[in-house]
T-cell receptor, first 115, second 111 residues
């Protein structure tokens, strides 16, 4: 089954404790992206990757890191989480990311709480 | 600065009737528009899209209308079904791959 998977689905952590949220897709997609969803703000893009070893900032990159060493994986790293990073996070992928018509497929989401 | 706006946070419609969800945008560089549907505990799923060269796109019970001069698009669901109850996000693309989302409208279809 074609899908985007994220782990963990739920995470409660404390300020400053480094964490990684994994994202994997099995569709051989070149493009991958991370979004956060907050009440009243919709989904906002954090980082994206057009292909392996190519990453770039989205609208809200502060406090996050990403890497793209393999085509299928795009982990989101919070080196020193803070309470304002409490949010619902979605990973997405699409075939190329170069065409506006490339549909983005989303993972199920990771609900992160930073105390 | 919210470039894509969904001014109705929620909408309640009776089963069988039409649901109309609205979306306004401010960036004239947007040239492709999408609607995503989201159920609780799931990621958004693509529903329907429209290019800026069209003013209407239809897919079964779902129709999206685009009014470029007004920078407005709407999603019509006819007839509405209980399974349509979800949060609907409008999104726009100006440069390839960069989705800008609205804040979402929660649709409740009642029996």
């Amino acid at each position: 089954e074609a899908q985007v998977t994220q782990n963990p689905r739920y995470l409660i952590t404390v300020t400053g404790k480094k964490l990684t949220v994994t994202c994997s897709q099995n569709m051989n997609h070149e493009y991958m992206s991370w979004y956060r969803q907050d009440p009243g703000l919709g989904l906002r893009q954090i980082y994206y990757s057009m292909n392996v070893e190519v990453t770039d900032k989205g609208d809200v990159p502060e406090g996050y890191k990403v890497s793209r060493k393999e085509k299928r994986n795009f982990p989101l790293i919070l080196e020193s989480p803070s309470p304002n990073q409490t949010s619902l996070y979605f990973c997405a992928s699409s075939l190329t990311g170069r065409r506006t018509t490339d549909t983005q497929y989303f993972g199920p989401g990771t609900r992160l709480t930073v105390l | 600065d919210q470039q894509v706006k969904q001014n109705s946070p929620s909408l309640s419609v009776q089963e069988g009737r039409i649901s109309i969800l609205n979306c306004d945008y401010t960036n004239s560089m947007f040239d492709y528009f999408l609607w995503y549907k989201k159920y609780p505990a799931e990621g958004p799923t693509f529903l329907i899209s429209i290019s800026s060269i069209k003013d209407k796109n239809e897919d079964g019970r779902f129709t999206v209308f685009l009014n470029k001069s007004a920078k407005h698009l709407s999603l019509h669901i006819v007839p509405s079904q209980p399974g349509d109850s979800a949060v609907y996000f409008c999104a726009a693309i100006g440069t390839a791959s960069k989705l800008t989302f609205g804040t979402g409208t929660r649709l409740q279809v009642t029996l």
